[in-house]
């Protein structure tokens, strides 16, 4: 039996505003309910290079996006990744990076042990 504390996920979203923002992220496409842990481990894996200079991490983020070009399990988009202050100078190989636009967002949050937390 585990003591750890369940993850929780809000049932409504926080308006948020953000300014312009880069997200270093690995992306995966499948079922966010199986592709959504692969992300994060990966996405983890490959930032504890040490490449990533983590004083540039705001937060995580994991966004996620129906693809209405593609049919089936291909249209589910997963990012799993981080916000960043700026442009990191160097980061390991293998994740993707964009700059997010400024405006409003829906932010979910997640609270739980990070035990549970691919």
Do not use: N
């Not at 996006?65 to 916000?83: C, H, M, S, V």
């Not at 990191?88 to 990070?114: C, E, I, V």
């Amino acid at each position: 039996m585990t003591t750890d504390t369940p993850l929780h996920l809000s049932p409504i979203p926080e308006v948020i505003h953000m300014p312009e923002t880069v997200f270093v992220y690995v992306e995966k496409r499948g079922p966010f309910i199986t592709q959504a842990p692969v992300a994060w481990y990966e996405f983890w894996t490959k930032a504890a290079t040490g490449e990533l200079d983590k004083s540039l991490i705001t937060c995580m983020a994991g966004l996620s996006r129906i693809d209405p070009t593609q049919e089936g399990d291909k249209a589910f988009i997963y990012q799993a990744g981080i916000l960043t202050s700026s442009f990191p100078d160097l980061f390991p190989a293998g994740l993707q990076h964009r700059t997010l636009k400024p405006g409003m967002y829906a932010s979910f949050l997640m609270t739980g042990s990070y035990t549970q937390f691919p």
